[in-house]
């Protein structure tokens, strides 16, 4: 069992940056993901990296804006968002899956999420 722990989320005003992180207690070989939910709307993709940091992958709507990272050996991955909007105010979650893919119903292990605020 692979526990997941999020941290970082806050208020902040547009334009802002802010980086969350996601503790593990094991990554092994999984890809970690993270994703959003804003209020009244579905889960949605942000951004996944490979276990090994080799790959990368992000939703269009923060290419350029959001950059995943991980540091294997603290257990930990980062997502550093830029140039914030009142549309990224959501939950985010981080989560764990054997796979790299963008399918949330992949992902094994899910943390409770951290929540961003953006007002407009």
């Known amino acids: 069992q692979v526990q997941l722990v999020e941290s970082g989320g806050r208020l902040v005003q547009a334009g802002a940056s802010l980086r969350l992180s996601c503790a593990a207690s094991?990554?092994?070989?999984?890809?970690t993901g993270w994703f959003r939910q804003a209020p009244g709307k579905e889960r949605e993709f942000v951004a996944a990296i490979k276990w090994t940091g080799s790959r990368t992958y992000y939703a269009d709507s923060v290419k350029g804006r959001f950059t995943i990272s991980r540091d294997n050996a603290k257990n930990t991955v980062y997502l550093q968002m830029n140039s914030l909007k009142p549309e990224d105010t959501a939950t985010y979650y981080c989560a764990g899956s054997l796979s790299f893919t963008t399918r949330g119903g992949e992902y094994r292990y899910w943390g409770q999420g951290t929540q961003v605020t953006v007002p407009s």
């Open positions: 094991a990554f092994n070989t999984y890809t």
